[in-house]
């Protein structure tokens, strides 16, 4: 038995804005959103099959402390595939982020940047 990715579940302070940039760096979609647990909101952002559901509670959120790598249950990264890596690129400076970490491994090539939120998020092309 196979099980697949389907979502990864990340707090933020504004889930709208927060997807609104995902569609432009991506070419993603808002898939649904609506009421969430516990009186918040969420906003689900990907494409058909796999999605980032983004959300916030009622109260707002608190900071987070340390680095998530020595937290249990941290959140490090979250990578991506990506056709052009190179492409992928020039639309994350155009973004206004900073792209670093580069590395060519076997068997791609990758980099990392923080995004909405100060979220890392990994590009990697396979290609």
């Given at each position: 038995m196979t099980a697949t990715l389907e979502h990864v579940n990340l707090t933020v302070s504004d889930p709208?804005?927060?997807a609104e940039k995902l569609c432009e760096l991506f070419?993603?979609?808002?898939?649904?959103?609506?009421p969430a647990i516990a009186e918040g909101f969420?906003?689900?952002?990907?494409?058909p099959e796999t999605y980032l559901a983004v959300y916030s509670g009622p109260n707002g959120?608190?900071?987070?402390?340390?680095s998530s790598y020595?937290?249990?249950?941290?959140l490090n990264h979250v990578g991506f595939v990506?056709?052009?890596?190179?492409?992928?690129?020039e639309r994350v400076r155009a973004?206004?982020?900073t792209p670093r970490s580069h590395a060519d491994y076997e068997p791609g090539r990758r980099f990392y940047?923080?995004?909405p939120e100060g979220v890392e998020f990994e590009l990697v092309s396979y290609a």
């Open positions: 709208e804005a927060f070419d993603w979609k808002i898939r649904w959103k609506g969420s906003v689900h952002v990907g494409g959120i608190a900071e987070p402390g340390g020595a937290t249990r249950g941290g990506v056709d052009d890596l190179d492409a992928m690129e973004a206004g982020f940047f923080d995004g």
